[in-house]
């Protein structure tokens, strides 16, 4: 690996969802977005429900995240994560359903458990469409 590239895995428990050397990470944080360079010092992350962005070559692949943990160090970047798929492998139609459904989950929902689940499952859905409208 070059020293102007950065190693990326991003892991569920399931598979390697994506492996290569990239130019740069960009990912949402539960404190917020942060981008990552090569060389950069090391950085650990809790990530929200949301997307991750690798640029490789100039090129954008956007993946959604679903929670996790972000750790860089010595330019090699893990994306530990429940579930991530890349944007054009994700079923919009699909992904849109279940958001229909979490949204109709929440307004009878009449617990705060209940919400919660919702809320979660609202975040999950508008990750998916949210990297599918990326690439």
Same mark, same amino acid.
């Given at each position: 690996?070059?020293?102007?590239?950065?190693? %990326?895995k991003?892991?569920?428990p399931?598979?390697i969802?994506y492996e290569? =050397?990239v130019?740069?990470v960009?990912? #949402?944080?539960?404190?917020?977005?942060f981008?990552?360079?090569?060389?950069h %010092?090391?950085?650990?992350?809790a990530?929200? !429900?949301?997307?991750?962005?690798? %640029?490789?070559?100039?090129e954008? !692949?956007t993946f959604?995240?679903?929670?996790?943990?972000? #750790?860089?160090?010595?330019?090699?970047?893990? !994306?530990?994560?429940?579930?991530?798929?890349?944007g054009? =492998?994700? =079923?919009?139609?699909r992904?849109?359903?279940?958001?229909e459904r979490?949204?109709? #989950?929440l307004?009878?929902?009449?617990? #705060?458990? =209940?919400?919660?689940? &919702?809320n979660a499952a609202?975040?999950? &859905?508008m990750?998916?469409?949210k990297a599918?409208?990326?690439?």
């Amino acid at each position: 690996m070059s020293e102007k590239k950065i190693h %990326i895995k991003i892991i569920t428990p399931e598979k390697i969802v994506y492996e290569d =050397d990239v130019d740069s990470v960009i990912a #949402q944080g539960v404190k917020g977005s942060f981008g990552i360079l090569p060389n950069h %010092i090391p950085f650990m992350s809790a990530l929200d !429900i949301d997307t991750a962005k690798v %640029i490789k070559n100039g090129e954008e !692949i956007t993946f959604s995240i679903m929670g996790g943990a972000f #750790q860089f160090k010595g330019n090699d970047a893990i !994306i530990l994560t429940e579930a991530a798929e890349r944007g054009n =492998d994700i =079923d919009t139609a699909r992904a849109k359903l279940a958001k229909e459904r979490a949204e109709a #989950q929440l307004s009878s929902a009449k617990t #705060q458990r =209940d919400i919660k689940i &919702a809320n979660a499952a609202i975040a999950r &859905a508008m990750a998916r469409l949210k990297a599918a409208s990326k690439n």
